[in-house]
């Protein structure tokens, strides 16, 4: 009998240490999943957070990890205590950092949306990170076919400045730029980005509006550019010709003066009328020539005042992107 009850027990004990060793195996595989489920329910979404995660089409595993980063948007002067830019020129809207995720508070309407795809593209610098190198090293060579695809003088301009201030990142920065920003990326770049976006069309959509937004700012700006410049080498053409002009009839009226004081200087009053009037059509064609040049100049003055508005509402704009400067205080 004891003999038996010794077997049983160290079958028991066995199977106790393979459960616990089976167990640590486990949470160390999947310690990112323990600990966000940790952070997870340790978290209570603000309203503001919601409303964000919503408007991002979340699916429900990124919401599981956006929550688990505990988001938090915030003003300018906590927003940077946690998220530093690299240079002074380049503001951010957002960070991953510490597996937390932060939000710039941008509050312009204008650009509603654009916290949403902030929101969006640090989420994916967190899925990133949770990858398994193996799908790391498969989604690589996917994001460099589209990256070829898509690529543009801005884009390269920004993966060169993350080369700088973030480097080797290239291919985590993609991942989050071309799955917030661009559409059409190909089957298996859309099949996996199905994970995290129940329709990322839609998110697409909004980070064009907010950039159609400034685009159409830059466009209004360039087109009054060129109408200013052309305008502004008429108006000096013109004006160049016109006092050219006026000085040639002041030269025809004086000598014309001097012959009519001059005895016998015209033959009949006729050739006197004649010659009188064609200074008359001399002068009266300056005069609506002057007038064309002060239209023109009144209308130069009308350009810079429109110029000017639209810089004052791009950098307005801008200035709602920079964390950099402290908000109003509220009286």
Known sequence: ??????????????????????????????????????????????????EVANQAGLTDDALFTFYATHPSVESSSEFNKHCQRKEADSPILGCYAGNRIF???????????????????????????????????RLQ?????????????????????????????????????LGTEYASLGTDLENHYKKYFENRAALVALHQ?????????????????????????????????????VSGLNAAVTAFNARAQQPGGFTTQQEFQVERQKLLARSNALAEFRQQIQANIAEYKTLLAKLDAINTQSASLNASLDSALSDVPKI
């Open 1 to 50: 009998m004891s003999q038996t009850k010794s077997r049983g027990t160290s079958w028991v004990g066995w199977i106790v240490s393979a459960l616990l060793i089976a167990g640590s195996i486990w949470l160390w595989v999947e310690r990112q999943y323990v600990v966000d489920a940790i952070q997870y329910n340790q978290y209570t979404p603000t309203a503001t957070v919601k």
């Open 103 to 137: 939000i710039f508070n941008v509050t312009d309407e204008r650009l509603k949306g654009i916290k949403a795809v902030t929101a969006a593209h640090e989420l994916l610098h967190a899925e990133y990170e949770r990858l398994p190198d193996s799908e790391k090293k």
């Open 141 to 177: 060579p996917l994001l460099q076919a589209a990256y070829r695809r898509v690529t543009n003088a801005d884009l390269e301009a920004r993966m060169k400045y993350y080369e700088k201030t973030e480097p080797g990142e290239a291919f985590n920065e993609l991942h989050s730029i």
């Open 209 to 245: 509006k907010v950039e159609q937004t400034f685009n159409t700012l830059s466009e209004e700006a360039d087109l009054l550019v060129n109408q200013i410049e052309k305008l502004a080498h008429t108006i000096n053409g013109d004006t160049k010709q016109y006092n050219a002009d």
